[in-house]
């Protein structure tokens, strides 16, 4: 197979040390053909290999499409500045895209050892069965190859034909451009997106609580607001099973006032779900995680679950903006 010149495209706001080691790790990669593009608000002072576009303040998904267009790479790999990927990151990538049906694929962003406990926690929770279900948490560990419609720009890499043919991200979508991308790949071009396990980023958690259940709440009222506008990928009982648990939870206690059965009934699920979750976090086989894994769930399951309705609520994204 012809090797193919992958354009590494990273965006961030200022330089800071997680895109230092980002572009740390990206600059010793073992793949022989490869550029590295940074796009930021301002000027920086990178290795003299590094390509630097200061743009100033603007999304995310507006960067990278201006990484994009700059790049020279018949293969766009993009990556975020708080994640750096393992040293055979594109040399295994390469071998996936064999096949012309295969115009993307998606690797596991794992939590690095260096994360502190709190980062850890979080961590855990995206991954384990409980906290992100069986059916997600595969993009956090290294799971089975499968053929997937939906996955993050944190570690993601296109054929970068493909990108322009969609023509690019959709813009007016922050966080969600990507769900947006890989709908109108799969379902307009009916190209194939491929989680690839071996195409490893190390991706640094956001610590609980605080910016952990932030970045919660932005995924859950954007997941909202496009179970509505597409249902293709969005609309699936996943999703919508935290929301399901806020209310059952709150609207549980009426039952109290109409049987004795039924509110122990309540009681009974209510009590299953709390010992499931500290199963979950026993199964961290961590002493130090368990409180944290414990309620960071709880909260995570709560948070993402009002966040969802939010969005839902919603009629456009430009309220969801004002809200979070």
Same mark, same amino acid.
């Given at each position: ?25 990206? &600059? ?48 766009? %790999?993009?990556? +975020?500045?708080? %994640?750096? #990927? ?11 895209? *064999?096949?012309?049906?295969? %115009? ?29 279900? !069986?059916?997600? @948490? ?11 419609? +939906?996955? %993050? ?14 023509? *690019? ?5 922050? #966080?969600?451009? +990507?769900?947006?991308?890989? =709908?109108? =790949?799969?379902?307009? &071009? ?15 958690? @956001? #610590? ?14 954007? @997941?909202? &607001?496009?179970?509505?506008?597409? !249902? ?14 806020? &209310? ?11 049987? !004795? ?37 709880? =909260?995570?399951?709560?948070?993402? *679950?009002?966040?969802?309705?939010? *969005?839902?609520?919603?009629? +456009? ?8």
């Amino acid at each position: 197979m012809k090797k193919s010149k992958f354009s590494i495209i990273v965006v961030y706001q200022k330089k800071n040390k997680f895109a230092e080691e980002c572009i740390e790790h990206c &600059l010793k990669l073992d793949c022989p053909s490869f550029e590295i593009i940074a796009i930021s608000n301002e000027n920086d002072n990178w290795d003299k290999r590094v390509k630097i576009h200061a743009v100033g303040d603007i999304p995310p998904s507006e960067k990278r499409d201006i990484g994009a267009k700059i790049a020279k790479g018949e293969i766009l %790999a993009f990556i +975020d500045d708080d %994640a750096y #990927p393992k040293k055979d990151w594109l040399k295994k990538a390469e071998k996936y895209f *064999g096949s012309e049906e295969v %115009a993307a694929i998606g690797g596991p962003g794992v939590t690095p050892h260096s994360d502190n406990i709190l980062q850890k926690a979080g961590g855990y929770i995206y991954s384990s069965w409980f906290g992100a279900s !069986p059916s997600m @948490r595969y993009r956090y560990i290294q799971s089975k190859e499968r053929e997937v419609d +939906d996955y %993050a720009t944190c570690n993601f890499i296109v054929r970068k034909n493909i990108f322009k043919k969609i023509g *690019g991200f959709d813009t007016k979508y922050w #966080p969600g451009e +990507d769900t947006k991308f890989c =709908l109108d =790949l799969t379902k307009k &071009l009916n190209k194939k997106i491929i989680y690839a396990p071996d195409v490893v980023v190390y991706h640094h958690r @956001r #610590p609980l609580f605080r910016k952990h259940l932030k970045q919660i709440k932005s995924y859950g009222m954007h @997941r909202g &607001l496009f179970a509505k506008k597409f !249902p293709e990928t969005s609309f699936r009982l996943v999703y919508f099973l935290p929301s399901l648990f806020v &209310l059952g939870l709150v609207f549980g206690w009426v039952s109290y006032f109409m049987h !004795p059965f039924l509110f122990k009934a309540y009681a009974v699920v209510v009590s299953l779900y709390f010992l499931t979750i500290f199963i979950n976090s026993v199964f961290s086989k961590n002493v130090m995680l368990i409180p944290f894994v414990f309620t960071g769930t709880f =909260l995570t399951h709560l948070w993402y *679950g009002i966040a969802f309705i939010h *969005g839902i609520l919603n009629k +456009d994204l430009s309220r969801v903006r004002r809200i979070l």
